[in-house]
C-alpha cells in the first residue's frame, strides 16, 4: 500500500473515510452547471483529485485533511469542466461583454455599476440583461484566473493560467477574493458569502433574502462579473 505522507492510515483507507466528501462537492458544484453536465463525471474527477491528495498530504503541514482534500477535489473537478470545453461560445462571448460592460460603467462613474445602467451599455433593456446573467451564471467558476486581469494573477509571481483552488497560491487568492468580496454592493457580498461560505444553494439563498431563485441567480452571477472588471480596474 502507499503510505501517505506523516498519516499512519494506508491510502486506501484515507480514500474511503473520504468519499462522500467527493459527492458533497460534486453535488454542490452540479447545482450551477448546465443539465448536460453528469454528477457521476464530477464525481469520477473529484476522486482522482481525492486520491492525489491522499499521495501528497502532508500532516506537519498543519492543515487537516478534509481541508486539502476539498481544495484537491474542487480543482480536479473545475479542471475537467475546462479540459471538455462544455460551455458555449457565445456563453463566452456573453460573459465577456458583461464584465466589460460593469467596469467601462465603473471606471466613468467611480461607483458600483447599477443593473440599469449595466444593460443600457449592453444596449439590452433590464429584463434582456437579466435573463443573459441567468444563461452566463452557470459558466461562472470562480478560478484563480477569473480574478486576474494579467497572466500574472494576484502576485508579481508568474503563474499557470490553468492554476485553480488546488494550486500553491491560494491562500494569496483566498485573501485576495475577501478583499474583493467586501467591496461589492452588500447584497451581492451576501449571495457570495452564502453560497461559497454557508454552502448554501440559490433556493436556500433566495429564501434568506426572500427573492425567488432566479433573482439570487442574477444577483449571483453579476457578483463574479462584477469581481473579474475590479480585477481589470485595479
Not at 458555449?88 to 460603467?105: C, D, G, L, Q, Y
Not at 477569473?146 to 483552488?165: K, Q, Y
Request: hydrophobic share 40%; glycine share 4%; aromatic share 6%.
Amino acid at each position: 500500500m502507499i503510505k501517505v505522507k506523516g498519516y499512519h492510515n494506508d491510502t486506501s483507507e484515507l480514500i474511503e473515510r473520504h468519499t462522500e466528501l467527493v459527492r458533497k462537492i460534486a453535488y454542490h458544484l452540479i447545482a450551477r452547471l448546465p443539465a448536460s453536465v453528469l454528477v457521476d463525471d464530477l464525481i469520477q474527477s473529484g476522486m482522482i483529485g481525492l486520491l492525489e491528495a491522499a499521495r501528497n498530504f502532508d500532516v506537519s503541514k498543519g492543515a487537516s485533511f478534509e481541508t486539502f482534500a476539498g481544495i484537491r477535489i474542487r480543482g480536479a473537478m473545475l479542471d475537467e469542466m475546462r479540459r471538455g470545453d462544455w460551455v458555449p461560445r457565445s456563453v463566452h462571448k456573453n460573459s465577456r461583454s458583461i464584465t466589460s460592460a460593469i467596469a467601462e460603467v465603473e471606471k466613468q462613474t467611480g461607483r458600483d455599476a447599477k443593473e440599469a445602467e449595466i444593460a443600457d451599455k449592453l444596449s439590452l433593456t433590464l429584463a434582456e440583461y437579466q435573463h443573459m446573467l441567468r444563461d452566463v451564471n452557470c459558466a461562472k467558476l470562480v478560478a484563480y484566473e477569473d480574478l486576474s486581469s494579467s497572466e500574472e494573477g494576484l502576485s508579481n509571481e508568474p503563474v499557470s493560467c490553468d492554476i485553480t483552488f488546488n494550486e500553491v497560491s491560494k491562500h494569496q487568492f483566498a485573501n485576495k477574493l475577501v478583499t474583493m468580496i467586501n467591496e461589492l454592493p452588500e447584497r451581492e457580498a451576501l449571495v457570495l458569502s452564502l453560497y461559497y461560505d454557508e454552502e448554501l444553494n440559490l433556493k436556500e439563498i433566495g429564501l434568506v433574502l426572500d427573492v425567488s431563485e432566479s433573482r439570487v441567480s442574477q444577483i449571483h452571477s453579476q457578483a463574479l462579473h462584477r469581481l473579474k472588471a475590479k480585477a481589470q480596474l485595479v
